[in-house]
């Protein structure tokens, strides 16, 4: 069973630009999330997609958006790119079905530099 | 607000020995558990995961305890070996499918 992929695996952008990360979840996963891991602020919660729906975002400017498809593939968006959007985005599945709280799978990670 | 702490940074072992992780978060209200081991440059690979009515769970060399009333885990690793070397996230289920972390252990288990 293939695992999250996500693309592209690394970029570099300029200031001011905007980027559009993809992600494939596992086969049958339903629930995408997408985090942000810098140096500094660690492991951050972006936001949650479930069958097309945003159910839970975390505490970043409306610059940062996402989207998730029928086919459960999902893609963030950043505008207006910052230095400090410099960053590994990670992408994360599970099945999350009913009340059922399951292991969550991450992928490699898309790596961001704004320069 | 959720917080997650990871005690101790950082971790040098010679190979061989036993070692302990920690991890303790302020908020109790969790549906589970997750140990994550993050190598340089990579994703996160699950280790072990531990559902909030769970004492503990194992996987070969390693075992994560829980005791949610007082808001702590611990992941054990067993007769440790150079190929441990890794970051060891511990992260925690709340509301909305939303994982907190801690802040990692760097561990190195020298030859």
């Known amino acids: 069973k293939a695992g999250v992929t996500q693309t592209p695996r690394y970029l570099i952008k300029t200031r001011g630009q905007q980027v559009t990360l993809s992600c494939s979840p596992i086969s049958g996963h339903r629930s995408v999330s997408w985090y942000q891991q810098t140096p500094g602020q660690g492991l951050q919660f972006l936001f949650e997609?479930?069958?097309?729906?945003?159910?839970n975002k975390g505490n970043f400017p409306g610059r940062f958006s996402g989207r998730q498809f029928s086919n459960s593939r999902s893609e963030m968006n950043v505008s207006t790119l910052e230095l400090g959007d410099s960053a590994l985005y990670l992408c994360?599945?599970?099945?999350?079905?009913?009340?059922?709280?399951?292991?969550?799978?991450f992928g490699e990670g898309s790596w961001l530099t704004v320069v | 607000k959720q917080e997650v702490t990871q005690i101790p940074a950082a971790l040098s072992v010679p190979e061989g020995e036993n070692l302990v992780l920690n991890c303790s978060f302020t908020?109790?209200?969790?549906?589970?558990l997750q140990w994550f081991r993050q190598d340089p440059g990579k994703g996160l690979t699950s280790l072990l995961l531990i559902q909030s009515s769970q004492r503990e769970q194992t996987s070969g060399r390693l075992n994560a305890s829980l005791d949610k009333s007082s808001g702590r885990s611990t992941l054990y690793i067993a007769a440790s070996q150079p190929g441990d070397s890794a970051t060891y996230l511990c992260a925690v289920l709340g509301a909305g499918n939303m994982l907190t972390f801690g802040g990692g252990t760097r561990l190195m288990v020298k030859p």
């Open positions: 997609y479930f069958s097309e729906t945003q159910r």
């Open positions: 994360a599945s599970s099945p999350n079905t009913g009340g059922n709280w399951n292991t969550i799978y």
């Open positions: 908020d109790s209200a969790i549906y589970n």
